[in-house]
């Protein structure tokens, strides 16, 4: 185990798996921004068929793994583990996706941080020789969302100028021990961090800290640099806490000028009403399995560390005026060279 370990909080992989395939299926809203066209399908149906949206929130998660699991030439019965999770109680919204897939599953809740989770652990499960290949799935849903932690949609609450929209998508990657597709080296897990924030409706400040924390510590337990990726990407901070890393990292010294966020590249802030941009575990799903999967395909991108953050709450502990622990656990993904 020692000569995987590479400082406190980081893996690197001896025998890097690979990311075979992947799906992302979003929803009008989603489907209407500035990266539209990097999705696999567009749902304009915010029930996707079904009765209620957290039965539609299901069927969006079960069509995507069967997509990303087509393109893999594989059956959903034939993966090893599904690793999934959302933002609906006890991860129901997975669960009940997954009933009728007959594979081991491990439901997981990271809030927006779960695609990175979910990817991490499928990588680390594979790497030890505990599995050929795996699925990470990873969604979330805004009307399922806005049930349980805000309002209900006809209550008409007014949003803040600091909150930020969920995004209703789900993202799926087959992550495999052979095949072509980008490799995952390494994975740095992040600790919880809590600053004392308590404003719910201001998660990108709550969850910057959590992200400059695994980020820098990313750096030093690898030895690599910022430079050394062509994109740091988190999400999902939105508009406000992404300039609350940068200027944490510029009081070190650091300035980054390869970083960007999920929550921004999804949504166009100035022509669709989404605030300080998207969250959900659905936002940084989509934007890996579906826009930043096919810049590492087409050549514009090699060397990407992903950065999922989530804000780890509940409605209850909200209510009763707690502050809101944060995490931040970052991949490292790389193209291989021929």
Same mark, same amino acid.
């Given at each position: 185990?020692?000569?995987?370990?590479?400082?406190?909080?980081?893996?690197?992989?001896?025998?890097?798996?690979?990311?075979?395939?992947?799906?992302?299926?979003?929803?009008?809203?989603?489907?209407?921004?500035?990266?539209?066209?990097?999705?696999?399908?567009?749902?304009?149906?915010?029930?996707?068929?079904?009765?209620?949206?957290?039965?539609?929130?299901?069927?969006?998660?079960?069509?995507?793994?069967?997509?990303?699991?087509?393109?893999?030439?594989?059956?959903?019965?034939?993966?090893?583990?599904?690793?999934?999770? *959302?933002?609906? %109680?006890?991860? /129901?919204?997975? !669960?009940? =996706?997954?009933?009728? +897939?007959?594979?081991?599953? @491990?439901?997981?809740?990271?809030?927006?941080?779960?695609?990175?989770?979910?990817?991490?652990?499928?990588?680390?499960?594979?790497?030890?020789?505990?599995?050929?290949?795996?699925?990470?799935?990873?969604?979330?849903?805004?009307?399922?969302?806005?049930?349980?932690?805000?309002?209900?949609?006809?209550?008409?609450?007014?949003?803040?100028?600091?909150?930020?929209?969920?995004?209703?998508?789900?993202?799926?990657?087959?992550?495999?021990?052979?095949?072509?597709?980008?490799?995952?080296?390494?994975?740095?897990?992040?600790?919880?961090?809590?600053?004392?924030?308590? *404003?719910?409706? %201001?998660?990108? /400040?709550?969850? !910057?800290? =959590?992200?400059?924390? +695994?980020?820098?510590?990313? @750096?030093?337990?690898?030895?690599?640099?910022?430079?050394?990726?062509?994109?740091?990407?988190?999400?999902?901070?939105?508009?406000?806490?992404?300039?609350?890393?940068?200027?944490?990292?510029?009081?070190?010294?650091?300035?980054?000028?390869?970083?960007?966020?999920?929550?921004?590249?999804?949504?166009?802030?100035?022509?669709?009403?989404?605030?300080?941009?998207?969250?959900?575990?659905?936002?940084?799903?989509?934007?890996?399995?579906?826009?930043?999967?096919?810049?590492?395909?087409?050549?514009?991108?090699?060397?990407?560390?992903?950065?999922?953050?989530?804000?780890?709450?509940?409605?209850?502990?909200?209510?009763?005026?707690?502050?809101?622990?944060?995490?931040?656990?970052?991949?490292?993904?790389?193209?291989?060279?021929?």
């Amino acid at each position: 185990m020692t000569n995987k370990r590479c400082g406190r909080q980081t893996v690197t992989l001896s025998s890097p798996p690979v990311m075979t395939a992947s799906a992302a299926i979003v929803g009008q809203k989603e489907g209407s921004g500035p990266i539209k066209d990097r999705f696999d399908q567009t749902e304009p149906d915010a029930y996707f068929a079904q009765k209620t949206w957290e039965k539609g929130e299901s069927s969006m998660f079960e069509r995507c793994l069967n997509l990303a699991c087509k393109k893999s030439n594989i059956q959903p019965n034939q993966l090893d583990y599904i690793f999934s999770g *959302d933002l609906q %109680n006890q991860c /129901a919204g997975a !669960a009940y =996706a997954m009933r009728s +897939t007959n594979a081991p599953y @491990f439901g997981l809740y990271g809030a927006c941080s779960t695609m990175a989770e979910s990817l991490a652990l499928a990588a680390m499960m594979i790497d030890g020789g505990y599995a050929h290949s795996c699925a990470a799935i990873t969604g979330s849903h805004f009307c399922t969302a806005e049930r349980q932690y805000r309002f209900p949609l006809g209550y008409g609450g007014v949003r803040t100028p600091t909150a930020q929209w969920t995004v209703t998508g789900s993202g799926c990657v087959i992550v495999s021990d052979r095949g072509p597709g980008p490799a995952i080296t390494s994975i740095t897990a992040g600790k919880i961090i809590d600053l004392g924030i308590k *404003d719910i409706s %201001n998660m990108g /400040a709550a969850m !910057a800290p =959590a992200a400059y924390d +695994t980020l820098k510590t990313h @750096f030093e337990d690898t030895g690599r640099s910022p430079e050394d990726y062509d994109l740091i990407v988190t999400g999902d901070l939105g508009h406000l806490g992404h300039p609350i890393v940068s200027e944490l990292f510029q009081q070190d010294g650091v300035t980054l000028t390869n970083y960007d966020d999920c929550g921004r590249i999804i949504f166009d802030r100035e022509k669709q009403d989404v605030h300080a941009g998207g969250s959900g575990c659905g936002c940084s799903a989509v934007v890996l399995a579906g826009h930043l999967m096919r810049q590492m395909q087409e050549g514009k991108l090699h060397k990407l560390l992903f950065a999922a953050t989530g804000a780890l709450m509940s409605p209850t502990t909200s209510m009763q005026k707690e502050s809101i622990p944060a995490i931040c656990h970052a991949v490292s993904i790389e193209v291989r060279q021929a």
